[in-house]
Protein backbone atom coordinates (compact mmCIF):
# COMPACT_ATOMS: atom_id res chain seq x y z
CA UNK A 1 0.00 0.00 0.00
CA UNK A 2 2.49 2.73 0.23
CA UNK A 3 4.10 1.82 -2.75
CA UNK A 4 1.18 2.34 -4.22
CA UNK A 5 0.39 5.77 -2.76
CA UNK A 6 4.24 7.19 -3.46
CA UNK A 7 3.12 6.31 -7.00
CA UNK A 8 0.15 8.46 -6.86
CA UNK A 9 1.86 10.67 -5.18
CA UNK A 10 4.67 11.22 -7.64
CA UNK A 11 2.38 10.99 -10.40
CA UNK A 12 0.43 13.79 -8.68
CA UNK A 13 3.22 15.84 -8.02
CA UNK A 14 4.81 15.96 -11.36
CA UNK A 15 1.61 17.38 -12.84
CA UNK A 16 1.34 20.04 -9.92
CA UNK A 17 4.65 21.08 -10.44
CA UNK A 18 4.69 21.61 -14.23
CA UNK A 19 1.24 23.87 -14.17
CA UNK A 20 3.03 25.44 -11.24
CA UNK A 21 5.69 26.80 -13.80
CA UNK A 22 8.57 24.01 -11.54
CA UNK A 23 10.30 21.37 -13.93
CA UNK A 24 9.34 17.89 -12.74
CA UNK A 25 11.55 15.47 -12.04
CA UNK A 26 9.97 13.57 -15.42
CA UNK A 27 7.67 14.76 -17.80
CA UNK A 28 4.30 12.42 -17.89
CA UNK A 29 3.25 10.36 -20.49
CA UNK A 30 -0.27 10.82 -21.01
CA UNK A 31 -1.93 8.42 -24.21
CA UNK A 32 -5.28 8.70 -24.62
CA UNK A 33 -7.33 5.53 -26.25
CA UNK A 34 -9.84 6.28 -28.60
CA UNK A 35 -13.16 3.93 -27.83
CA UNK A 36 -12.43 2.69 -31.68
CA UNK A 37 -9.46 1.26 -31.13
CA UNK A 38 -10.20 -0.26 -27.24
CA UNK A 39 -13.40 -2.36 -29.13
CA UNK A 40 -11.33 -3.49 -31.54
CA UNK A 41 -8.36 -4.63 -29.66
CA UNK A 42 -11.32 -6.65 -27.72
CA UNK A 43 -12.62 -7.96 -30.53
CA UNK A 44 -16.01 -5.98 -30.41
CA UNK A 45 -17.93 -4.80 -33.53
CA UNK A 46 -17.66 -0.85 -34.13
CA UNK A 47 -21.35 -0.30 -33.13
CA UNK A 48 -23.08 -1.85 -30.40
CA UNK A 49 -20.09 -0.62 -27.96
CA UNK A 50 -21.66 2.81 -28.44
CA UNK A 51 -24.96 1.95 -27.14
CA UNK A 52 -23.03 0.12 -24.09
CA UNK A 53 -19.93 1.72 -23.08
CA UNK A 54 -19.47 -1.25 -20.56
CA UNK A 55 -18.75 -3.27 -22.90
CA UNK A 56 -15.33 -1.66 -23.28
CA UNK A 57 -14.10 -2.63 -19.59
CA UNK A 58 -12.06 -5.62 -19.86
CA UNK A 59 -10.62 -4.50 -23.18
CA UNK A 60 -9.95 -1.18 -21.57
CA UNK A 61 -7.85 -2.80 -18.96
CA UNK A 62 -6.14 -5.27 -21.35
CA UNK A 63 -4.80 -2.12 -23.05
CA UNK A 64 -3.75 -0.42 -19.75
CA UNK A 65 -1.33 -3.16 -19.07
CA UNK A 66 0.15 -3.35 -22.02
CA UNK A 67 0.88 0.73 -22.80
CA UNK A 68 2.17 2.81 -20.03
CA UNK A 69 0.59 5.80 -18.80
CA UNK A 70 0.69 7.79 -15.62
CA UNK A 71 -2.75 9.13 -16.07
CA UNK A 72 -5.86 7.31 -17.12
CA UNK A 73 -5.98 7.02 -21.18
CA UNK A 74 -10.01 5.79 -20.76
CA UNK A 75 -12.15 8.82 -20.41
CA UNK A 76 -15.89 8.36 -19.37
CA UNK A 77 -18.12 9.34 -22.44
CA UNK A 78 -19.42 12.73 -22.59
CA UNK A 79 -21.35 14.60 -25.26
CA UNK A 80 -18.39 16.40 -26.95
CA UNK A 81 -14.64 14.04 -26.91
CA UNK A 82 -16.86 10.73 -26.90
CA UNK A 83 -20.28 11.69 -29.43
CA UNK A 84 -22.89 8.86 -28.13
CA UNK A 85 -25.24 8.09 -30.76
CA UNK A 86 -27.87 7.87 -28.84
CA UNK A 87 -28.47 11.65 -27.67
CA UNK A 88 -28.16 12.24 -31.25
CA UNK A 89 -30.41 9.86 -32.21
CA UNK A 90 -33.08 10.69 -30.01
CA UNK A 91 -32.82 14.76 -30.99
CA UNK A 92 -33.22 13.78 -34.79
CA UNK A 93 -29.79 15.55 -35.09
CA UNK A 94 -28.28 16.55 -38.22
CA UNK A 95 -25.22 17.78 -36.84
CA UNK A 96 -23.43 14.15 -36.15
CA UNK A 97 -24.03 11.24 -37.89
CA UNK A 98 -22.70 7.67 -37.54
CA UNK A 99 -21.52 6.39 -40.48
CA UNK A 100 -21.56 2.74 -41.91
CA UNK A 101 -18.34 2.02 -39.95
CA UNK A 102 -19.26 3.34 -36.59
CA UNK A 103 -17.97 6.36 -36.58
CA UNK A 104 -19.82 9.65 -35.60
CA UNK A 105 -19.45 12.26 -38.05
CA UNK A 106 -20.45 16.07 -38.34
CA UNK A 107 -21.00 16.80 -42.07
CA UNK A 108 -21.16 20.19 -43.32
CA UNK A 109 -24.60 21.64 -41.87
CA UNK A 110 -26.15 24.85 -41.65
CA UNK A 111 -27.79 26.07 -38.82
CA UNK A 112 -28.53 30.05 -39.97
CA UNK A 113 -29.28 31.42 -43.11
CA UNK A 114 -27.23 34.46 -44.08
CA UNK A 115 -30.17 36.62 -44.06
CA UNK A 116 -30.58 35.60 -40.24
CA UNK A 117 -27.40 38.00 -39.34
CA UNK A 118 -29.50 40.37 -37.53
CA UNK A 119 -31.81 38.17 -35.93
CA UNK A 120 -28.92 36.27 -34.02
CA UNK A 121 -27.43 40.07 -33.46
CA UNK A 122 -30.32 40.70 -32.12
CA UNK A 123 -31.74 38.08 -30.10
CA UNK A 124 -28.37 36.51 -28.84
CA UNK A 125 -29.18 32.76 -26.95
CA UNK A 126 -32.75 33.38 -27.40
CA UNK A 127 -32.23 33.00 -31.09
CA UNK A 128 -30.34 29.91 -30.58
CA UNK A 129 -32.66 28.06 -28.58
CA UNK A 130 -35.45 28.97 -30.51
CA UNK A 131 -34.33 28.56 -34.29
CA UNK A 132 -30.70 27.11 -34.48
CA UNK A 133 -31.09 24.22 -32.32
CA UNK A 134 -34.14 23.25 -33.97
CA UNK A 135 -32.79 23.09 -36.67
CA UNK A 136 -30.02 20.85 -36.17
CA UNK A 137 -31.98 18.82 -34.07
CA UNK A 138 -35.32 18.46 -35.82
CA UNK A 139 -36.92 16.71 -32.85
CA UNK A 140 -36.30 19.71 -30.85
CA UNK A 141 -38.81 21.65 -33.68
CA UNK A 142 -41.16 24.39 -31.35
CA UNK A 143 -43.72 22.39 -33.05
CA UNK A 144 -44.32 19.84 -30.82
CA UNK A 145 -43.93 20.98 -27.09
CA UNK A 146 -44.59 17.70 -25.67
CA UNK A 147 -42.38 15.66 -27.93
CA UNK A 148 -39.73 18.27 -27.37
CA UNK A 149 -39.91 17.84 -23.75
CA UNK A 150 -39.72 14.23 -24.07
CA UNK A 151 -36.54 13.80 -26.08
CA UNK A 152 -34.99 16.49 -24.06
CA UNK A 153 -35.50 14.22 -20.60
CA UNK A 154 -34.28 11.34 -22.43
CA UNK A 155 -31.26 12.12 -23.79
CA UNK A 156 -30.34 14.30 -20.78
CA UNK A 157 -30.93 10.72 -18.88
CA UNK A 158 -28.91 8.76 -22.06
CA UNK A 159 -25.88 10.76 -21.82
CA UNK A 160 -26.09 10.93 -18.01
CA UNK A 161 -26.56 6.95 -18.09
CA UNK A 162 -23.53 6.33 -20.65
CA UNK A 163 -21.07 8.54 -18.18
CA UNK A 164 -22.77 7.09 -14.71
CA UNK A 165 -22.47 3.77 -16.00
CA UNK A 166 -18.88 4.02 -16.84
CA UNK A 167 -17.57 5.95 -14.12
CA UNK A 168 -16.68 2.28 -11.39
CA UNK A 169 -14.80 1.24 -14.87
CA UNK A 170 -12.94 4.35 -14.82
CA UNK A 171 -12.60 4.62 -11.30
CA UNK A 172 -11.16 0.82 -11.47
CA UNK A 173 -8.50 1.43 -13.26
CA UNK A 174 -7.09 4.60 -11.72
CA UNK A 175 -6.94 2.44 -8.66
CA UNK A 176 -6.34 -0.14 -10.34
CA UNK A 177 -3.09 1.34 -12.19
CA UNK A 178 -2.25 4.00 -9.26
CA UNK A 179 -2.61 6.61 -12.33
CA UNK A 180 -2.69 10.63 -11.48
CA UNK A 181 -6.71 11.02 -10.18
CA UNK A 182 -6.84 14.03 -12.45
CA UNK A 183 -7.40 17.64 -12.01
CA UNK A 184 -9.88 18.57 -9.16
CA UNK A 185 -13.87 17.57 -10.36
CA UNK A 186 -14.79 20.37 -12.68
CA UNK A 187 -11.94 22.03 -13.59
CA UNK A 188 -11.99 21.13 -16.71
CA UNK A 189 -14.18 22.62 -19.93
CA UNK A 190 -14.37 23.60 -23.44
CA UNK A 191 -15.88 26.13 -25.29
CA UNK A 192 -15.39 27.47 -28.76
CA UNK A 193 -13.72 31.11 -30.61
CA UNK A 194 -16.74 33.11 -31.04
CA UNK A 195 -16.22 32.87 -35.01
CA UNK A 196 -15.80 29.51 -34.76
CA UNK A 197 -19.23 28.81 -33.14
CA UNK A 198 -20.72 30.99 -35.94
CA UNK A 199 -18.89 28.79 -38.83
CA UNK A 200 -19.11 25.83 -37.01
CA UNK A 201 -23.15 24.83 -36.41
CA UNK A 202 -24.56 27.87 -37.84
CA UNK A 203 -23.24 28.82 -40.98
CA UNK A 204 -21.15 26.10 -41.67
CA UNK A 205 -17.07 26.41 -43.14
CA UNK A 206 -18.57 27.39 -46.51
CA UNK A 207 -20.88 29.59 -45.35
CA UNK A 208 -18.44 31.94 -43.14
CA UNK A 209 -15.78 31.62 -45.51
CA UNK A 210 -18.52 33.27 -48.14
CA UNK A 211 -19.49 35.63 -45.41
CA UNK A 212 -15.93 36.61 -44.63
CA UNK A 213 -16.47 38.65 -48.59
CA UNK A 214 -19.80 39.64 -48.66
CA UNK A 215 -20.82 40.46 -45.48
CA UNK A 216 -17.31 41.24 -42.75
CA UNK A 217 -19.22 43.66 -40.90
CA UNK A 218 -22.35 41.37 -39.57
CA UNK A 219 -19.60 38.77 -39.06
CA UNK A 220 -17.96 40.89 -36.57
CA UNK A 221 -21.06 41.67 -34.84
CA UNK A 222 -22.14 38.38 -34.69
CA UNK A 223 -19.17 37.30 -32.91
CA UNK A 224 -19.45 40.01 -30.53
CA UNK A 225 -22.78 38.91 -29.46
CA UNK A 226 -21.78 35.37 -29.12
CA UNK A 227 -18.62 36.27 -27.15
CA UNK A 228 -20.55 36.78 -23.85
CA UNK A 229 -22.09 32.98 -24.95
CA UNK A 230 -18.98 30.92 -25.65
CA UNK A 231 -17.46 32.72 -22.68
CA UNK A 232 -19.65 31.78 -19.83
CA UNK A 233 -20.01 28.05 -21.43
CA UNK A 234 -16.23 27.45 -20.89
CA UNK A 235 -15.73 28.95 -17.30
CA UNK A 236 -15.58 25.85 -15.12
CA UNK A 237 -17.27 25.64 -11.84
CA UNK A 238 -14.06 25.03 -10.08
CA UNK A 239 -11.19 26.54 -12.03
CA UNK A 240 -6.95 25.06 -10.99
CA UNK A 241 -3.78 25.34 -12.42
CA UNK A 242 -4.11 22.12 -13.84
CA UNK A 243 -7.34 21.94 -15.22
CA UNK A 244 -8.53 24.57 -18.37
CA UNK A 245 -11.04 25.17 -20.82
CA UNK A 246 -10.50 23.48 -23.96
CA UNK A 247 -10.60 25.68 -27.26
CA UNK A 248 -10.53 24.32 -30.63
CA UNK A 249 -9.47 27.13 -33.47
CA UNK A 250 -11.03 25.73 -36.86
CA UNK A 251 -11.06 28.75 -38.94
CA UNK A 252 -7.92 30.42 -38.34
CA UNK A 253 -5.55 28.79 -41.16
CA UNK A 254 -8.39 29.41 -44.14
CA UNK A 255 -8.96 32.91 -43.61
CA UNK A 256 -6.72 35.86 -44.57
CA UNK A 257 -4.37 36.92 -42.35
CA UNK A 258 -5.83 40.30 -42.13
CA UNK A 259 -9.16 38.46 -41.85
CA UNK A 260 -8.32 36.96 -38.66
CA UNK A 261 -6.61 39.96 -37.07
CA UNK A 262 -9.48 42.22 -37.57
CA UNK A 263 -12.59 39.76 -37.64
CA UNK A 264 -11.20 36.75 -35.63
CA UNK A 265 -9.02 37.99 -32.86
CA UNK A 266 -10.29 40.73 -30.96
CA UNK A 267 -13.34 38.83 -29.99
CA UNK A 268 -11.26 35.58 -29.27
CA UNK A 269 -9.11 38.23 -27.55
CA UNK A 270 -11.40 39.25 -24.65
CA UNK A 271 -12.27 35.76 -24.01
CA UNK A 272 -8.98 34.37 -23.54
CA UNK A 273 -7.68 37.38 -21.46
CA UNK A 274 -11.12 37.57 -18.99
CA UNK A 275 -10.48 33.76 -19.05
CA UNK A 276 -7.11 34.45 -17.75
CA UNK A 277 -8.44 36.89 -15.17
CA UNK A 278 -10.38 34.11 -13.23
CA UNK A 279 -7.31 31.81 -12.88
CA UNK A 280 -8.62 29.71 -16.02
CA UNK A 281 -6.03 28.17 -18.22
CA UNK A 282 -6.75 28.54 -22.17
CA UNK A 283 -5.75 25.31 -23.63
CA UNK A 284 -6.35 26.29 -27.37
CA UNK A 285 -5.17 23.78 -30.16
CA UNK A 286 -3.97 25.36 -32.82
CA UNK A 287 -5.90 23.24 -35.55
CA UNK A 288 -3.43 22.33 -39.07
CA UNK A 289 -0.74 24.86 -39.62
CA UNK A 290 -0.20 27.49 -37.49
CA UNK A 291 3.43 29.13 -38.85
CA UNK A 292 2.54 31.86 -40.58
CA UNK A 293 1.05 33.21 -37.26
CA UNK A 294 3.72 32.71 -34.60
CA UNK A 295 3.91 36.31 -33.88
CA UNK A 296 0.00 37.30 -33.55
CA UNK A 297 0.58 34.60 -30.76
CA UNK A 298 2.68 35.93 -28.89
CA UNK A 299 1.41 39.47 -28.70
CA UNK A 300 -1.68 38.59 -28.36
CA UNK A 301 -2.54 35.64 -26.38
CA UNK A 302 -2.17 35.43 -22.72
CA UNK A 303 0.76 33.92 -20.90
CA UNK A 304 0.65 30.68 -19.32
CA UNK A 305 -1.99 29.54 -22.06
CA UNK A 306 -1.07 25.72 -23.07
CA UNK A 307 -1.04 25.83 -26.75
CA UNK A 308 -1.23 21.92 -28.89
CA UNK A 309 0.15 22.54 -32.17
CA UNK A 310 -1.06 20.20 -35.28
CA UNK A 311 1.61 20.93 -37.67
CA UNK A 312 4.70 23.11 -38.10
CA UNK A 313 8.39 23.45 -37.12
CA UNK A 314 8.83 22.10 -33.68
CA UNK A 315 11.67 24.15 -33.17
CA UNK A 316 10.68 27.98 -34.62
CA UNK A 317 7.76 26.84 -32.27
CA UNK A 318 9.72 26.12 -29.29
CA UNK A 319 12.04 29.09 -29.86
CA UNK A 320 9.23 31.82 -29.96
CA UNK A 321 6.50 30.68 -27.83
CA UNK A 322 8.25 28.59 -25.25
CA UNK A 323 9.25 31.26 -22.68
CA UNK A 324 5.89 32.75 -22.75
CA UNK A 325 3.54 29.41 -23.37
CA UNK A 326 3.01 25.97 -22.30
CA UNK A 327 3.40 24.30 -25.03
CA UNK A 328 2.45 20.20 -26.54
CA UNK A 329 1.20 18.48 -29.67
CA UNK A 330 3.54 18.35 -33.13
CA UNK A 331 4.77 14.51 -33.03
CA UNK A 332 3.13 12.68 -35.96
CA UNK A 333 0.61 10.26 -35.05
CA UNK A 334 1.13 8.69 -38.70
CA UNK A 335 4.46 7.15 -36.78
CA UNK A 336 2.54 4.78 -34.20
CA UNK A 337 1.55 2.73 -37.88
CA UNK A 338 4.02 3.45 -40.08
CA UNK A 339 7.31 3.39 -37.77
CA UNK A 340 8.86 0.36 -35.95
CA UNK A 341 9.51 0.46 -31.97
CA UNK A 342 13.52 1.02 -33.04
CA UNK A 343 12.52 3.84 -35.42
CA UNK A 344 9.72 5.64 -33.23
CA UNK A 345 12.46 5.54 -30.26
CA UNK A 346 14.79 7.60 -32.76
CA UNK A 347 12.32 10.01 -33.88
CA UNK A 348 11.00 10.43 -30.22
CA UNK A 349 14.25 11.10 -29.07
CA UNK A 350 15.39 13.45 -31.61
CA UNK A 351 12.09 15.44 -30.92
CA UNK A 352 12.44 15.64 -27.33
CA UNK A 353 15.71 16.74 -27.69
CA UNK A 354 14.36 20.21 -29.55
CA UNK A 355 10.88 20.17 -27.06
CA UNK A 356 12.64 19.19 -23.61
CA UNK A 357 15.53 21.91 -23.00
CA UNK A 358 14.01 24.70 -20.42
CA UNK A 359 10.76 23.26 -19.77
CA UNK A 360 7.33 23.51 -20.21
CA UNK A 361 6.52 20.88 -23.14
CA UNK A 362 3.80 18.45 -22.90
CA UNK A 363 4.49 15.51 -24.88
CA UNK A 364 1.33 14.53 -27.19
CA UNK A 365 0.47 13.35 -30.89
CA UNK A 366 -0.66 16.10 -33.76
CA UNK A 367 -3.78 14.33 -33.33
CA UNK A 368 -5.46 11.97 -31.34
CA UNK A 369 -6.04 8.50 -33.00
CA UNK A 370 -9.65 7.62 -34.77
CA UNK A 371 -9.15 3.67 -35.00
CA UNK A 372 -7.05 0.83 -34.22
CA UNK A 373 -5.64 1.12 -37.63
CA UNK A 374 -3.74 4.71 -36.71
CA UNK A 375 -1.55 2.72 -34.24
CA UNK A 376 0.48 -0.60 -33.93
CA UNK A 377 0.31 -1.50 -30.39
CA UNK A 378 3.55 -2.78 -30.17
CA UNK A 379 5.05 0.55 -31.49
CA UNK A 380 3.09 2.35 -29.08
CA UNK A 381 4.05 0.69 -26.03
CA UNK A 382 7.75 0.75 -27.23
CA UNK A 383 7.40 4.81 -27.27
CA UNK A 384 5.75 4.82 -24.05
CA UNK A 385 8.17 3.71 -21.96
CA UNK A 386 10.61 5.21 -23.82
CA UNK A 387 9.30 8.06 -22.76
CA UNK A 388 9.20 7.57 -19.45
CA UNK A 389 12.85 6.73 -19.19
CA UNK A 390 13.83 9.47 -21.04
CA UNK A 391 11.77 12.61 -20.22
CA UNK A 392 13.87 13.50 -17.26
CA UNK A 393 15.17 16.69 -15.53
CA UNK A 394 18.13 16.84 -13.35
CA UNK A 395 17.17 20.36 -11.70
CA UNK A 396 13.70 19.24 -10.92
CA UNK A 397 12.40 22.62 -8.95
CA UNK A 398 13.89 25.13 -11.27
CA UNK A 399 11.45 27.52 -12.67
CA UNK A 400 10.23 27.77 -16.11
CA UNK A 401 8.26 29.78 -18.70
CA UNK A 402 5.82 32.25 -17.58
CA UNK A 403 2.63 31.89 -15.17
CA UNK A 404 -0.88 32.22 -16.29
CA UNK A 405 -2.24 35.82 -15.94
CA UNK A 406 1.24 36.79 -15.73
CA UNK A 407 -0.13 40.50 -17.14
CA UNK A 408 -2.68 40.92 -14.24
CA UNK A 409 -6.21 40.96 -16.36
CA UNK A 410 -8.97 41.43 -14.03
CA UNK A 411 -12.67 40.42 -14.66
CA UNK A 412 -14.23 43.02 -16.67
CA UNK A 413 -17.97 43.07 -17.10
CA UNK A 414 -17.80 45.93 -19.61
CA UNK A 415 -15.39 43.47 -21.90
CA UNK A 416 -17.57 40.88 -21.60
CA UNK A 417 -21.33 41.05 -20.38
CA UNK A 418 -22.99 38.49 -18.62
CA UNK A 419 -25.39 36.52 -20.74
CA UNK A 420 -29.51 37.46 -20.80
CA UNK A 421 -31.99 35.92 -22.03
CA UNK A 422 -35.89 35.70 -20.95
CA UNK A 423 -35.17 31.67 -20.94
CA UNK A 424 -32.36 31.42 -18.75
CA UNK A 425 -33.31 32.33 -14.60
CA UNK A 426 -33.31 35.66 -13.04
CA UNK A 427 -33.14 36.10 -9.16
CA UNK A 428 -34.97 39.40 -9.13
CA UNK A 429 -38.12 38.27 -11.15
CA UNK A 430 -38.58 35.34 -8.92
CA UNK A 431 -37.73 37.09 -5.64
CA UNK A 432 -40.47 39.97 -6.63
CA UNK A 433 -42.86 37.12 -7.83
CA UNK A 434 -41.64 34.46 -4.53
CA UNK A 435 -41.07 37.16 -1.84
CA UNK A 436 -40.76 34.35 1.05
CA UNK A 437 -37.58 33.02 -1.02
CA UNK A 438 -34.68 32.85 1.21
CA UNK A 439 -31.46 34.19 -0.71
CA UNK A 440 -30.00 30.84 -0.04
CA UNK A 441 -31.90 29.20 -2.67
CA UNK A 442 -30.69 31.92 -5.27
CA UNK A 443 -27.44 29.99 -5.53
CA UNK A 444 -29.22 26.24 -5.97
CA UNK A 445 -31.53 28.04 -9.27
CA UNK A 446 -28.62 29.70 -10.66
CA UNK A 447 -26.50 26.54 -10.57
CA UNK A 448 -29.68 24.61 -12.60
CA UNK A 449 -30.16 27.52 -14.78
CA UNK A 450 -26.52 27.66 -15.89
CA UNK A 451 -26.91 23.38 -16.50
CA UNK A 452 -29.78 24.14 -18.85
CA UNK A 453 -27.43 26.50 -20.61
CA UNK A 454 -24.53 24.67 -20.91
CA UNK A 455 -26.81 21.69 -22.15
CA UNK A 456 -28.14 23.59 -25.11
CA UNK A 457 -24.09 25.27 -25.84
CA UNK A 458 -23.43 21.64 -26.17
CA UNK A 459 -25.76 20.84 -28.84
CA UNK A 460 -23.27 23.16 -30.75
CA UNK A 461 -20.11 22.40 -30.63
Not at 98 to 115: N, T
Not at 374 to 385: K, Q, R
Not at 402 to 423: A, H, M, Q
Request: hydrophobic share 40%; charged share 25%; with cysteine.
Amino acid sequence: MPEEKNLVQERSQIYSDFYNNKLPKRLPVAPAFPNSMIAEYGGLDPVSYQYDFTLLAKSAEDLCKVIYSDACPVAPPNIVGTRPPSIYELFGSQSFVMSRSGQVQHPEVVGMFPEEYPQLIEGGFDFLVETVIPRQHKNLSLDDSIKRSTVLEMGKTSLSNNTLDFMPIYMNLVQKFEYYPGSPFGSFSGAEAPLDFVADQLRSFSGMSIDLRRNKSLVKEACEVVLPLVYKWGIPANPHPEGSVFLPLHMPTFMREKDFIEVYMPTFKKQLQQYAALGIRPQIFCEDNWMRYLDIIYDEFPAGSMLLFEYGDPKTIKDKLGKKFMLSGLFPISSLRTDTPAQIIDRAKKFLDIMMPGGGYLFSFDKNPLAAKDANIETWAALNEFLRDYMVYDNPGESFGTPLNSEGFVRDYNVIPEVESKYLFNWEDHKAKYPHTPDLAKAKFEKMSNDIFLSYMNLLI
